[in-house]
């Protein structure tokens, strides 16, 4: 008798390529809910904004600007970040700031 057959007996090997450049087996990988840092202060706004859209205890955000929606909260006096006004009121004409995350989609 021979010696038992095993599952992988019916596939080639495969040799493994390496990775992507600056991908070392060593590296660990982010943990869940750990973001990459913004690359700069812009970014960082950018996602401080799109942070708060996502945030559901102020209030719906479709339908409305940042800035609305910001001011409907604090005078519903649910406490909306002040770092959020500070950043929407330093660009007031600026689409990207001021339009929430859902602009582009229909209601």
Do not use: N
Not at 11 to 23: C, D, I, S, T, W
Not at 39 to 49: G, I, S
Not at 51 to 78: N, S, V
């Amino acid at each position: 008798m021979g010696r038992k057959r095993l599952i992988t007996d019916s596939y080639p090997v495969v040799k493994r390529r390496e990775g992507p450049a600056g991908h070392s087996k060593g590296e660990l990988a982010p943990e869940l809910g750990e973001e990459p840092q913004p690359r700069d202060e812009e970014e960082a706004e950018l996602e401080l904004l799109r942070q708060f859209d996502l945030a559901w205890q102020y209030g719906p955000c479709t339908g409305i600007t940042r800035l609305q929606r910001w001011c409907r909260a604090k005078q519903m006096g649910l406490e909306p970040p002040p770092e959020v006004w500070q950043v929407l009121k330093t660009h007031p004409g600026d689409p990207r700031f001021q339009c929430s995350l859902w602009h582009l989609y229909p209601l």
